[in-house]
């Protein structure tokens, strides 16, 4: 674990009833990173970052592992701790960002009510007004474009855009975004991946980023963890989650199943099968009966997450053990 | 004569805010067998228009012609085998199945309907539809509910019923943007064995030029930019040397999967068109004046010409200055990501 | 076959609704059975009159010298055959109309909802009783039409707004696109999807029916002709039953009657979402 680490999940379970939406994941998140949680639907990354801020909605539970911030863990925090840190530490932009403002007021008194709330980060409103100008050439927003609209005028990449600065007014360190470019446009897309790079330049935040879309990670993360089902499959440099050798087969799989304008339609493949039912899940490996690579321990014990050197982490039998190497390559070529 | 052609379609939604025509002289032909997609952002249109063909909405202005008859102006055998001909396939597999009737009545209500076949062999017909889809044929399938089928399950039900009434065209808005990513190749192979099994023709919809290019190839493409065509032509033509500066935009704003080259400086001519991302579309001169980096004083007062038939082969731009479209939008094509 | 098998699979996992089966059943059995298993007689035996409760006669005599129970028993099937004709009634007319119209839209949805209000905002009760004073009629089937004559109003009104839900979504679409005609649409692909709604105020009609024909005899506006429990309240009363304790039983009998099998149709409509709704159906 790196020593600026400034999040620290440690075999983190969260639960929902029976069923665990994230199984003992671990990772730490270092100061001033861009870090990408990745997957497919049901996979828990939504989930884990919602517990990152302690915001598991119920009837979810953290069932066992720890969640530290700075050290400080979230579940020992008072409801006062919690709330604090979540608008001056870590602040979240959600994934319906077009539902999170207020209908009947302006997006102007929204500011102002936020402002007002928090006198300990802004000491003058003048003050306050001025840096949410400030934030709003950051999104390549007009003051006069937002500050007297209502949201019901505002485009969806607008919404976005302001949720955006708004996440920022009270300088947190950390922003987390929820699928911050699915159901956009391919131009508004283009801008929030823009905007979230500058903003990574410029304020020096770390941002973690939920994402299914890998194109969206190879522009911005600089880190990568890949869940799959519950559980953390790998995690790494974007590099190393994209060209390494040592990767999960799923994480290959996933890479050749994307259509892109780049890709040789040749090269593509689906994933066979479905992703499994978290109530319903087979034994081993989760993505045994989907894995090319499949060997008979596969579907006998889960593999454990191994870490290599660099920090490079897979949980895979095959790539982990010993013959791994040769056999992978061997079974590479489908 | 072209399998379904439409001609001078505009449309204008009565209840608009802005009064905006969602559809604007647009015409376009698609031949027996042939793939025709339509490419652009959310309120182009291309929605509008895949309904305006399936029948769902009748334009304003304009006709929609079957084997060459208006389909407004359809009656008995003539509309019936205009029904059967042309179907559609949804993007939304949640909301596209009747989450009250099993799997078994999904299908079989249009088979008994029309008659496709004898009424005693339409189970074995739902049985033949759901292999030819790639789904169980057991009885305990045939009796689910749609909500106890995946994501992917449900989209196949919905390719199934498609191609129940033996179609000649298929409608395909958005097939598979709201599946996973493991399971889109999976659906978009189907769809291309099933067209070229059955001599299929499709109207492929979608925003993403990627999931297009694998489906479309060897196909024509249009796209399309707030109710206007502005460009049309052969797939791999129009994505690797666009000739508007709408495609070329898009082209060149789309996330590259690949960390090493997608922090590349993206052209200038992005990030000004980026920035103008919320100017309204222009109601004189050229539709896209607005937001174009490249704009001149003609296209503020000249409209280009719509795209007509005569066009129908070639690659068409409706943009005054294509020569100012910088070359190579698309980074080269034969460079593999992994 | 297999919907009774959910049905009682749903009635085991909830006490109440169960509970409410089995009264529910119970009462049927006796509606169809009841006349064959005993009678009552119309002659006068004073010597019988308000007899307290003993083996022969469990629940005491009438006036008549008749026993309770057996007016009882006979008076289950013309309250409940009226009930259930009433509420079929009701339904059939308010699913109709109301996907009919909610479905269609334009100038068929604006008549039809106009005429809807009316009868919607016309009392129910005074003119159900209204109308059964002139028309004076023994038959069960005319009695339940008088009964539905504004109750089919409420339940149209609120399948049209499902049905106006329902119209745009991608389902429809399909059936469209597939040619399906109007009657399929409404009902194959419309009618499953209110199927909990459509249930569970099918029983509460049938609640309402009994309580509304018990009013009609109670009031003395329908014929009173034959045994049931409407007319033995109106009788009990009329004979003074209210004035004296020992006719106790005779008055409470036939209410009680009312309430338990009201209350087995509110609890077994409990069921009625889960039985209806696919979703919760299926495991």
């Known amino acids: 674990m790196a020593e600026d680490s400034l999040i620290e999940v440690r075999d983190l379970t969260v639960g929902f009833g029976p069923v665990l939406a994230v199984e003992n994941v671990s990772l730490s998140i270092g100061q001033g990173n861009v870090y990408s949680l990745v997957g497919e639907s049901g996979c828990g990354k939504s989930t884990l970052a919602y517990s990152l801020l302690g915001l598991v909605p119920p009837p979810g539970r953290i069932v066992s592992g720890e969640v530290r911030f700075r050290g400080q863990d979230l579940a020992r925090m008072s409801y006062k701790e919690l709330r604090r840190m979540r608008a001056q530490h870590i602040a979240v932009v959600f994934q319906a960002a077009m539902s ?154 996933l890479i050749s199943a994307m259509p892109s304008v780049t890709a040789d339609p040749a090269s593509l493949r689906s994933i066979p099968g479905q992703v499994p039912d978290l109530s319903d899940l087979p034994p081993g490996c989760r993505f045994a009966p989907r894995c090319g690579l499949a060997q008979p321990i596969c579907s006998e014990t889960e593999p454990e997450l191994k870490v290599g050197a660099s920090g490079h982490a897979v949980s895979c039998h095959v790539v982990n053990s010993e013959l791994g190497g040769k056999a992978a390559s061997e079974l590479a070529e489908r | 004569m072209s399998l379904l052609n439409v001609e001078h379609v505009s449309h204008r939604y009565q209840t608009a805010r802005d009064d905006r025509p969602v559809l604007q002289d647009v015409s376009v032909d698609i031949e027996a067998g042939q793939t025709l997609a339509v490419v652009g952002e959310s309120g182009c249109g291309k929605t509008t228009l895949g309904r305006a063909i399936v029948g769902l909405m009748q334009p304003s202005a304009g006709t929609v012609n079957f084997e060459g008859a208006d389909i407004w102006k359809l009656r008995g055998s003539q509309y019936r085998e205009y029904r059967q001909s042309v179907q559609l396939v949804h993007q ?56 106890q089928l995946s994501g ?63 489906f479309a190839a060897g196909g024509r493409i249009i796209v399309m930019f707030f109710g206007v065509v502005v460009e ?66 003609r296209c503020r007062t000249d409209r280009p010409p719509s795209l007509t038939g005569d066009a129908a082969d070639g690659h068409w731009s409706a943009c005054w200055y294509p020569e100012e479209i910088p070359a190579a939008a698309v980074r080269a094509v034969d460079e593999e990501v992994v | ?132 004073a002139i028309v004076r009629t023994t038959n069960p089937f005319v009695l339940a039409a008088i009964l539905s004559v504004t109750g089919w109003a409420g339940l149209a009104r609120a399948v049209r707004s499902q049905a106006l839900s329902l119209r745009t979504s991608d389902f429809i679409d399909a059936a469209k696109v597939q040619g399906l005609p109007l009657r399929n649409i409404v009902g194959r692909q419309l009618l499953p999807n209110i199927g909990p709604y459509v249930a569970i105020h099918f029983l509460l009609a049938v609640t309402d029916a009994i309580y509304a024909e018990v009013g009609l005899y109670l009031l003395g506006v329908a014929p009173i002709t034959g045994t049931n429990w409407g007319i033995m309240i109106n009788l009990a009363i009329s004979q003074g039953a209210l004035y004296t304790s020992q006719s106790a039983l005779y008055l409470f009998s036939p209410m009680l009657a009312i309430v338990f099998l009201q209350v087995a149709l509110v609890y077994f409509s409990r069921a009625m979402d889960r039985l209806f709704n696919p979703r919760l159906r299926v495991q």
């Open chain 1, 100 to 253: 999170a403002f207020n209908p009947v007021i302006t997006i102007g008194a929204q500011v102002e009510h936020i402002l007002e709330a928090h006198p300990e980060v802004y000491p003058s409103r003048q003050e306050g007004r001025k840096h949410f100008e400030e934030l709003l050439q950051l999104v390549r927003l007009r003051p006069e474009q937002v500050w007297q609209t209502f949201e019901s005028r505002l485009s969806g990449g607008m919404k976005q855009r302001v949720a955006i600065a708004i996440a920022l007014l009270l300088k947190p360190e950390v922003l987390v975004l929820d699928e911050p470019t699915t159901a956009l446009d391919v131009l508004s897309q283009r801008l929030v991946i823009d905007i979230i790079r500058d903003l990574h330049e410029t304020l020096d935040t770390t941002v973690v980023f939920v994402t299914h879309d890998l194109a969206v990670v190879a522009e911005l993360a600089q880190r990568v963890a890949v869940m799959y089902a519950g559980r953390l499959v790998e995690s790494g440099t974007v590099e190393e989650i994209f060209f390494d050798e040592r990767r999960h087969p799923y994480v290959k799989a």
């Open chain 2, 92 to 147: 939304d597999p949640y909301g596209a199945l009747n989450p009250g009737i099993t799997v078994d009545e999904t299908l079989a209500g249009g088979l008994r309907y029309h008659r496709i076949v004898p009424r005693r062999e339409t189970h074995d017909e739902v049985r033949r539809l759901l292999g030819l889809a790639g789904l169980d044929t057991s009885q305990a399938f045939l009796e689910r509910y749609p909500h």
């Open chain 2, 152 to 214: 992917g399950q449900r989209q196949r039900l919905v390719i199934a019923r498609a191609m129940a009434l033996r179609p000649s065209l298929l409608v395909a808005d958005e097939p598979v943007s709201m599946l996973d990513v493991s399971m889109r190749i999976s659906i978009l192979d189907l769809l291309k064995s099933l067209g070229q099994s059955h001599g299929l023709a499709y109207l492929f919809i979608s925003h993403d030029f990627g999931v297009v290019r694998y």
């Open chain 2, 232 to 297: 049309s032509g052969p797939v791999e033509e129009v994505i690797a040397r666009p000739q508007h500066p709408y495609t070329y935009l898009l082209l060149d704003a789309i996330p590259e999967p690949d960390p090493r080259r997608a922090r590349r400086r993206r052209s200038e001519a992005t990030r000004i068109a980026a920035e103008r991302v919320e100017a309204y579309p222009a109601d004189t001169g050229c539709v896209f004046a607005n937001r174009c980096p490249f704009v001149r004083d």
């Open chain 3, 1 to 132: 076959m297999k919907f009774f098998r959910d049905l009682w699979r749903i009635c085991r996992g909830d006490k109440p609704a169960l509970i409410g089966a089995i009264v529910i059943l119970i009462y049927i059995v006796v509606a169809i059975a009841g006349p064959f298993a005993t009678h009552v007689g119309y002659v006068k035996n004073p010597a019988l009159a308000y007899l307290p409760p003993s083996a022969k006669y469990p629940l005491g005599t009438d006036f008549l010298g008749n026993s309770v129970l057996s007016e009882l028993i006979i008076g289950t099937r013309p309250i409940m055959e009226v009930g259930i004709a009433a509420a079929v009634m009701v339904v059939t007319v308010g699913v109709i109309v109301g996907l009919v119209a909610g479905y269609l839209g334009g100038a068929v949805d604006q008549v039809v909802m106009r005429i809807t209000d009316v009868f919607l905002t016309i009392p129910g009760l005074p003119l159900v009783i209204v109308i059964a």
